[in-house]
């Protein structure tokens, strides 16, 4: 009994383990095809300027990017949680324009009609905006003409479903 119970224990904070395992990966894409992928925790800094993207990695090598010349910046959270396997999601995000120059659109839906948190983090993942959203409102008008050009990440989070997706504002 004893040890069918420490076999449980054993089982229940292994789980717990792995669901805390996470690891953030970031890609670019060019537009000849070639996609290079960072993690996260090996990234020291990244910086745009003069018309390119510069990946300054911990190890102190660098790799630069122009702007013009990639398809796409794109940020994962790959998890060995399996929260939402085999539900559909509740909840879908599109941002539009993108690139935006003033007005961002932030267009979702919710078949369950729960209140949306909505928060656009900095490339620094510093929170530059967080409102609470009506769900009656489906497309709802954020002025991001005060941002400064840069890559932004909009996560929209109604405490069931979490969307996440990126644009630039020039």
């Given at each position: 009994m004893m040890h069918s119970k420490l076999g449980m224990v054993?089982?229940?904070?292994?789980?717990?383990?792995?669901?805390?395992?996470?690891?953030?990966?970031?890609?670019?894409?060019?537009?000849?095809?070639?996609?290079?992928?960072?993690?996260?925790?090996?990234?020291?800094?990244?910086?745009?300027?003069?018309?390119?993207?510069?990946?300054?990695?911990?190890?102190?090598?660098?790799?630069?990017?122009?702007?013009?010349?990639?398809?796409?910046?794109?940020?994962?959270?790959?998890?060995?949680?399996?929260?939402?396997?085999?539900?559909?999601?509740?909840?879908?995000?599109?941002?539009?324009?993108?690139?935006?120059?003033e007005v961002l659109n932030i267009q979702f839906s919710d078949e369950q009609q729960h209140a949306f948190i909505i928060e656009i983090f900095s490339i620094e993942g510093r929170v530059v905006y967080r409102e609470k959203l009506n769900p009656q409102n489906h497309v709802h008008q954020i002025n991001v003409s005060a941002l400064p050009k840069g890559f932004y990440l909009c996560k929209l989070n109604n405490g069931i479903t979490k969307q996440s997706a990126q644009f630039l504002k020039q």
């Open positions: 054993f089982v229940f904070l292994l789980v717990l383990g792995l669901t805390a395992l996470q690891a953030q990966t970031m890609y670019v894409k060019s537009k000849n095809g070639m996609q290079t992928a960072y993690t996260l925790r090996d990234v020291k800094n990244m910086t745009f300027s003069s018309g390119n993207l510069v990946v300054t990695k911990t190890t102190g090598s660098q790799h630069t990017y122009a702007l013009n010349g990639f398809r796409y910046l794109n940020f994962e959270n790959l998890t060995t949680d399996i929260v939402n396997a085999g539900k559909k999601d509740v909840a879908t995000l599109l941002l539009y324009p993108n690139p935006v120059l």
